[in-house]
């Protein structure tokens, strides 16, 4: 029986970022996960480049029941505490578009210097534990594994979300949650490519590897960002981000030339080239094969000429205003990140402790806070992780 201090299951950026500041404090720490490789998730993340935190991370990147639960932790450790962190290790790194920052070598510079300081710190990592059991019988934890049974005064769940489950990804975080009497935000896959049936996935299929500058909208929710076809529909960063808000059943609309007022673009050119081709004029304003396709979908066709305004204003509105119903998403398998969880009404935002259960603590993917894409939904597991891992 192995006594510690504080037991955290879960060796992904959350997890890593709680062991290193509660092993800072004295504590005996020890970080359990059934991987054969400590944080998968972070390894494969930006093309393996890790977009590890965002310049303009703010409250408002945040998706979550009480959205201002994740104030407090983002407050106390910013991105520019991560960066500076970063920094120390001399890893080099980049901004790209929209604050996102990048290692410029590998991903796995973040997760080096986040073992390194582990082991600095005096906290422990062991790998390719299964979780048998958990059960508080007295004023500790009992943990029973594969490699043995555990106490620890605190126990801290950093097991994320299911979303990419070939990665080893489950919802072993929300049963646990439940089993100590946690209400559970129904989970669902977020930041994730939507999918259409018949005509528009044949359309979209048509376009696969078509890609444009687009704004998508949900309601009142807005993102401007790449739009890329699919064989099964939409993905790309604006499709992505919206899918976080997108409720089944409801259609999204897209602005596939969000630079022009497309009507006010074709009435001037009815003036200017009154015998060009509508389809022609169209083209202008898209990628051609893009263009032709719509064209023929919406039955595009004749001269400018022979346009009336309200044809215009119709031909403007599928362009500027495309209306599309999604029938689904592609699920946990794509998924960057899962929405919904741990709800944040039983938690301390100050201390991510749980309000039923003392020294249980819960960080990261498995709470109901998800962040924007764009390196917001790692900042959060370094604030969540910091906070817990002050009081752990």
Excluded at 40 to 48: A, D, H, L, Q
Excluded at 146 to 175: D, N
Excluded at 183 to 205: H, M, Q, S, W, Y
Excluded at 374 to 388: C, I, L
Aim: glycine fraction near 10%; hydrophobic fraction near 40%; include cysteine.
């Amino acid at each position: 029986m192995r006594d510690l201090d504080v037991l955290v299951l879960g060796g992904g950026a959350a997890g890593l970022m709680c062991a290193i500041e509660a092993a800072k404090r004295g504590r005996k720490v020890l970080v359990i996960d059934h991987a054969r490789r400590p944080a998968e998730k972070i390894r494969i993340s930006g093309g393996g480049r890790c977009n590890f935190t965002n310049l303009h991370s703010s409250p408002a990147n945040f998706l979550s029941r009480n959205p201002r639960f994740c104030v407090s932790a983002l407050k106390r450790y910013t991105q520019n505490d991560f960066l500076q962190l970063v920094e120390k290790h001399r890893i080099p790194w980049h901004e790209k578009t929209l604050g996102q920052l990048f290692c410029d070598d590998s991903a796995k510079d973040i997760i080096r210097m986040l073992l390194d300081e582990l082991e600095a710190a005096g906290g422990t990592l062991q790998l390719e534990t299964e979780i048998k059991a958990v059960s508080k019988p007295d004023d500790r934890f009992s943990v029973a594994t594969s490699k043995g049974p555990l106490r620890a005064e605190a126990l801290v769940v950093a097991t994320g979300g299911p979303s990419i489950p070939k990665m080893g990804a489950t919802g072993f975080g929300y049963e646990l949650a439940k089993q100590f009497g946690h209400e559970v935000i129904a989970p669902r896959a977020a930041l994730v490519p939507l999918t259409f049936t018949d005509t528009n996935k044949d359309l979209c299929g048509r376009l696969s590897g078509v890609s444009v500058d687009a704004e998508v909208s949900f309601r009142k929710t807005t993102f401007r960002e790449g739009l890329l076809f699919t064989h099964r529909g939409l993905s790309g960063p604006s499709i992505l981000q919206i899918s976080s808000y997108w409720e089944e059943g409801n259609p999204i609309s897209v602005n596939l030339a969000p630079q022009e007022d497309v009507f006010e673009v074709l009435r001037a050119a009815r003036q200017q080239s009154s015998k060009q081709d509508l389809k022609t004029a169209i083209g202008q304003l898209l990628p051609n094969r893009l263009a032709e396709e719509l064209a023929n979908a919406f039955q595009l066709k004749g001269r400018l000429a022979d346009q009336s305004d309200k044809v215009l204003r119709k031909t403007a509105e599928q362009i500027n205003r495309w209306q599309l119903t999604p029938v689904g998403t592609e699920g946990y398998r794509t998924a960057e990140v899962t929405l919904g969880g741990v709800d944040t009404r039983e938690l301390s935002s100050r201390t991510m402790e749980s309000s039923k259960v003392p020294g249980l603590y819960f960080i990261g993917e498995v709470v109901d806070v998800t962040g924007h894409l764009g390196g917001f939904n790692f900042q959060w597991a370094w604030s969540s992780g910091h906070a817990a891992g002050q009081f752990a």
